[in-house]
């Protein structure tokens, strides 16, 4: 019974695979013949169709181009003229309306005396060094005067005869005290507007080296100074522009006096607590008026090291006017430094002052000495014109001195 039951499902699936099978033939076969039928009827309509329709029918056309709008710009500046092209070229020293180029103008243009710089910022603005050696412009060096004063200048007469007719090769600086108001009647239009930011300074104390390095870097602001003369108000110039000028600027060497004393105002001063950066067998003495290249200017403003050890430890009754430059110069540059002062001064009567000259006391003979009273070394060889500026006259002699100028200095 069960192997009749079985033999009939068997039966039965095979019929319905069978029906299953014609079913799906009959479609495949009402799906052929109507493509057949529509691909015959589409041939025979194209036969009429004209050509040109039969390519937008069955060619892919392009889509069209992307339009971005521009994007908003400047409009180009206009092109230069040929003097505007020439004088971009040639470094042009003025500025050109509409170009916005300025050059070299401002930059090496000398800024003015009077300024609103800290110690600190000024001496970091004058410590930049350009490293090219070629200057890009006319530049005519020059030597800057550098006059540390109480208040006024009242030898200004005699010196406005020496710079009269060299403008261009001078540069005058002058350091007062806070308290000058600036009147100086006999200072003419030279001296004005020629005074730097200044703070007290005392005799003996340490504002002395702060002054010093004050007018060096005021002076340094002008790339054209080259050569550094530090005056007072009490001296005078022994020559003529011309004669100054040469010497100084065709000098090998810097001049600063720079002596080893091993008396009490010499060795004595020295502070152990200095060991090890300064010895007392590098201790030295000199003068305060010197004279110094850019090179050893641009170095003694930005000295940290030996500055602060003096600050520090040479204090009354030792004078850092005296011993700092003196000092710093042999142990730096003592291959350069002609270790003497161009400024005469008479020691001769003791004390702690120099001699000095009132009206009576100005001679020619005086001059004279001032002049070609010693032998000296300069660039190797001998000479008796060892000193180009004395020192202290008052203010009474100034009409003896106007008197015998043209005459002893030459001047004009």
């Known amino acids: 019974m069960k192997h009749e039951t079985h033999q009939n499902q068997i039966i039965s699936a095979k019929l319905f695979n069978s029906q299953r099978y014609i079913h799906s033939l009959i479609v495949y076969f009402l799906f052929f013949g109507s493509g057949l039928v529509i691909g015959i009827s589409l041939t025979f309509y194209l036969k009429d169709v004209p050509i040109t329709l039969k390519k937008k029918l069955f060619t892919i056309q392009p889509s069209p181009p992307l339009i971005v709008p521009p994007k908003s710009r400047p409009p180009p500046s206009p092109p230069l003229n040929q003097e505007q092209d020439v004088m971009m070229n040639n470094n042009i020293k003025r500025k050109i309306p509409g170009v916005g180029r300025i050059g070299l103008t401002d930059y090496i243009k000398p800024p003015a005396a009077m300024h609103d710089m800290m110690d600190e910022e000024l001496i970091w603005r004058a410590s930049m060094v350009p490293k090219a050696k070629i200057f890009p412009f006319n530049r005519t060096p020059k030597v800057a005067f550098m006059f540390l004063a109480r208040g006024s200048l009242p030898l200004a007469p005699l010196w406005e005869r020496f710079f009269k007719g060299h403008e261009g090769r001078y540069s005058i600086y002058i350091h007062s005290q806070p308290s000058f108001k600036g009147d100086a009647p006999e200072e003419g239009p030279i001296f004005h507007a020629r005074r730097v930011p200044s703070k007290r300074v005392d005799w003996g104390e340490f504002s002395m080296v702060d002054a010093e390095r004050r007018l060096l870097a005021n002076a340094l602001l002008d790339m054209s100074n080259e050569r550094f003369v530090l005056l007072s108000e009490a001296c005078i110039p022994l020559y003529n522009f011309t004669t100054i000028y040469t010497y100084i600027m065709n000098s090998t060497k810097t001049f600063v006096e720079s002596y080893d004393e091993w008396g009490p105002v010499g060795r004595g001063r020295y502070n152990s607590q200095m060991t090890p950066w300064v010895t007392i067998e590098q201790w030295?003495?000199?003068?305060?008026?010197?004279?110094?290249?850019?090179?050893?200017?641009?170095?003694?403003?930005?000295?940290?090291?030996?500055?602060?050890?003096?600050?520090?430890?040479?204090?009354?009754?030792?004078?850092?006017?005296?011993?700092?430059?003196?000092?710093?110069?042999?142990?730096?540059?003592?291959?350069?430094?002609?270790?003497?002062?161009?400024?005469?001064?008479?020691?001769?009567?003791?004390?702690?002052h120099p001699t000095k000259f009132a009206r009576t006391e100005v001679t020619r003979e005086l001059l004279h000495q001032m002049r070609t009273g010693i032998q000296c070394m300069y660039n190797g060889e001998p000479t008796s014109m060892c000193y180009l500026f004395a020192r202290k006259f008052?203010?009474?002699?100034?009409?003896?001195?106007?008197?015998?100028?043209?005459?002893?200095?030459?001047?004009?």
Not at 334 to 341: A, E, L, S, V
């Open 394 to 412: 008052l203010p009474s002699a100034l009409d003896r001195l106007l008197k015998f100028a043209p005459k002893v200095m030459m001047f004009g």
């Open 284 to 352: 030295r003495k000199g003068s305060q008026w010197f004279e110094l290249d850019r090179e050893i200017a641009l170095d003694m403003i930005t000295d940290q090291k030996y500055f602060n050890l003096f600050k520090d430890f040479c204090r009354p009754a030792c004078y850092s006017d005296e011993h700092y430059l003196p000092t710093f110069v042999t142990m730096r540059y003592w291959w350069k430094n002609g270790n003497r002062t161009l400024t005469w001064v008479d020691w001769t009567k003791g004390g702690p």
